[in-house]
Nanobody, 119 residues
């Protein structure tokens, strides 16, 4: 019953900015980590950025210095601020929340939001 709702995607020119948001509804026991993935046409889905329950962040080399991931634990939400966008950033972006329970973990995914960067 947990659902992740994404927003913030759109069309921008190179050098522009977008802020993606993802909010989870429903009951989650505890969050182990949150992240953003993207998938470009003809390519595999790749991790863009993640943030652990302890606040540690990880970024793909291609977005370091341009993207910033943040979270709001009270709202079970995760955000991705994207600056200095490049055409290569064009992809469908998916948010992910990893739930941790006493018996294991479970991943929840958003439906994806399109980000298109023109040159």
């Amino acid at each position: 019953q947990v659902q992740l709702v994404e927003s913030g995607g759109g069309l921008v020119q190179a050098g522009g900015s977008l802020r993606l948001s993802c909010a989870a509804s429903g009951t989650i026991f505890a969050i182990n980590a949150m992240g953003w993935y993207r998938q470009a046409p003809g390519k595999q889905r790749e991790l863009v950025a993640s943030i652990t329950s302890g606040g540690s962040t990880n970024y793909a080399e291609s977005v370091k210095g341009r993207f910033t991931i943040s979270r709001d634990n009270a709202k079970n939400s995760v955000y991705l601020q994207m600056n200095s966008l490049k055409p290569e950033d064009t992809a469908v972006y998916y948010c992910n929340i990893r739930e941790i329970r006493p018996w294991g973990t479970r991943d929840y995914w958003g439906q994806g939001t399109q980000v298109t960067v023109s040159s």
